[in-house]
C-alpha cells in the first residue's frame, strides 16, 4: 500500500533518504557501509545485492536475453533494452532547466549541466588537469601511460580509442555518411554534423565568463580563452614564432618550407592553404557571397565584411600607445608604428634606401628602371596610409 500512499517511513540515519521499507533501507546503508556481500565466483568481484550479481554473471556467460524488435541487436539487463529502444522512438525525456535542451538519458543530461555549472568533478593526479566527465579523464591517462591501443592498418597512426580510430578510418575510406538536411554537406561522424548544424541554428552554447562572448563547441571556447590567458603553446621551431592553435602552426610552417600545394586550375596560381584557393577562385567566378547589410555592398571574404562593416559604426580597435591614434585594422598600425621605431625593413638592392612598405620600394625602383606604367596625373595626399601611383616617380617623395 506505500506505494500507493507515498508512505515512506524508513529514514537513512547519515544522509536522510527515505524509504517505504526496512528491506530498502539495509540495501541502502551498504553504499555508506561499503559492504559487498555478493562475490563473483570467476573474477571475484564484489556487489552490495544479489540482483546485481546475477547481472554481472551475464558477462562471463555471454547472456543476452534482451533483444530489440527492430534491428534485433541484444543486450544483458532490460534496462539497457529501454534505454536502447530510445534511438529507434527519439524519446528524450530527461530536459536541460536552463536552455530546454532533452537527452534520451538521464546521465547525458547530468553530463550537459556541467557545461552550465562549470563543473569539471574529474581531476588527473599527474597533470592536474580536470575534467567534466570521467571518460574523458580515463583518456587523459592514457595519454600519461603512453596507452594508445588502437592503431590504423593503413597508416600505423595510433588511438586511445577504438571509436577514435573507426572515426579516423572515414579518412580512408572517404565515408561521410552524416548528411545536413538543409545544406546537404556530409559529415564522417554525427558529433562533427551537429556542430555544422549551429551555423543554421545560430546556437551558441558555450559562453566565454570574462567578455560573455558565445561561441558554437566547447574547443572554440578554448581556443578563445588563449586571447584572454595570452597563452600560446605551439612554438615553431625554425623562428621561435608561438601559436594559440596547432593547425595555425602547420600553416605558417609552409612559409618556411615554401608548400604551396593548393592550385588554381584556371590560372595556375597556387596556394599554401585551402581556403586562400576558394577565396581566389571567386576572383574568377565573380562571386561576393558576404553582402552589408546596411549598404548592400558586398565581398568575397567574410574578413572583408567585418573591416568595411568599421566604416558604418566607426569601430577604430587598434590604437598606437605611443601617439594614441587609431586605426581600423590591426596591419596599419603595424605599419604606422614604424614611424616612430624608424623601422624600414625594406631595402632597395641598388641605392640602399630603406622603406616602410613593401609597395613604397616598388614605387622607388622605378627610378632605377625607369618605368612609367601609369599615364594619369596625381596629387600628393601627405597620408603616409594612402599611396597614389605617380606619372614620374621622384625619390623625394618615397620615405
Not at 169 to 196: G, V
Not at 251 to 264: A, D, Q, S, V
Not at 271 to 292: A, V, W
Request: charged share 30%.
Amino acid at each position: 500500500m506505500r506505494i500507493h500512499t507515498g508512505e515512506r517511513p524508513c529514514k537513512c540515519s547519515i544522509c536522510d533518504k527515505d524509504f517505504p521499507y526496512n528491506s530498502d533501507l539495509k540495501l541502502h546503508m551498504r553504499i555508506h557501509t561499503g559492504e559487498c556481500p555478493y562475490k563473483c565466483s570467476i573474477c571475484d568481484k564484489d556487489f552490495p545485492q544479489n540482483n546485481t550479481l546475477k547481472k554481472h554473471m551475464m558477462i562471463h556467460t555471454g547472456e543476452r536475453p534482451y533483444k530489440c524488435s527492430i534491428c534485433d541487436k541484444d543486450f544483458p539487463y532490460n534496462s539497457d533494452l529501454k534505454k536502447h529502444m530510445r534511438i529507434h522512438t527519439g524519446e528524450h525525456p530527461y530536459k536541460c532547466s536552463i536552455c530546454d535542451k532533452d537527452f534520451p538519458y538521464n546521465s547525458d543530461l547530468e553530463s550537459h549541466m556541467r557545461i552550465h555549472t562549470g563543473e569539471r568533478p574529474y581531476k588527473c593526479s599527474i597533470c592536474d588537469k580536470d575534467f567534466p566527465q570521467n571518460n574523458t579523464l580515463k583518456l587523459r591517462m592514457r595519454i600519461h601511460r603512453g596507452g594508445r591501443p588502437y592503431k590504423c592498418s593503413i597508416c600505423d597512426k595510433d588511438f586511445p580509442q577504438n571509436n577514435t580510430l573507426k572515426l579516423h578510418m572515414r579518412i580512408h575510406t572517404a565515408e561521410r555518411s552524416y548528411k545536413c538536411s538543409i545544406c546537404d554537406k556530409d559529415f564522417p561522424c554525427n558529433s562533427i554534423l551537429k556542430k555544422h548544424m549551429r551555423i543554421h541554428t545560430g546556437e551558441r552554447p558555450y559562453k566565454c565568463s570574462i567578455c560573455d562572448k558565445d561561441l558554437t563547441s566547447d574547443s572554440h571556447l578554448k581556443l578563445h580563452m588563449r586571447i584572454h590567458s595570452g597563452e600560446r603553446p605551439y612554438k615553431c621551431s625554425i623562428c621561435d614564432k608561438d601559436f594559440p592553435q596547432n593547425n595555425t602552426l602547420k600553416k605558417h610552417m609552409m612559409i618556411h618550407t615554401g608548400e604551396r600545394p593548393y592550385k588554381c586550375s584556371i590560372c595556375d596560381k597556387d596556394f599554401p592553404y585551402n581556403s586562400d584557393l576558394k577565396k581566389h577562385m571567386r576572383i574568377h567566378t565573380g562571386e561576393r557571397p558576404y553582402q552589408c547589410s546596411i549598404c548592400d555592398k558586398d565581398f568575397t571574404c567574410n574578413s572583408n565584411l567585418k573591416l568595411h562593416m568599421r566604416i558604418h559604426s566607426g569601430e577604430r580597435p587598434y590604437t598606437c600607445s605611443i601617439c594614441e591614434k587609431d586605426f581600423t585594422q590591426n596591419k596599419t598600425l603595424k605599419l604606422h608604428m614604424r614611424i616612430h621605431s624608424g623601422e624600414r625593413p625594406y631595402q632597395c638592392s641598388i641605392c640602399d634606401k630603406g622603406f616602410t612598405r613593401n609597395s613604397h620600394l616598388k614605387l622607388h625602383m622605378r627610378i632605377h628602371s625607369g618605368e612609367h606604367p601609369y599615364k594619369s596625373t596625381w596629387s600628393e595626399s601627405g597620408d603616409d596610409e594612402q599611396v597614389s601611383m605617380p606619372t614620374q616617380v621622384s625619390s623625394s617623395w618615397i620615405e
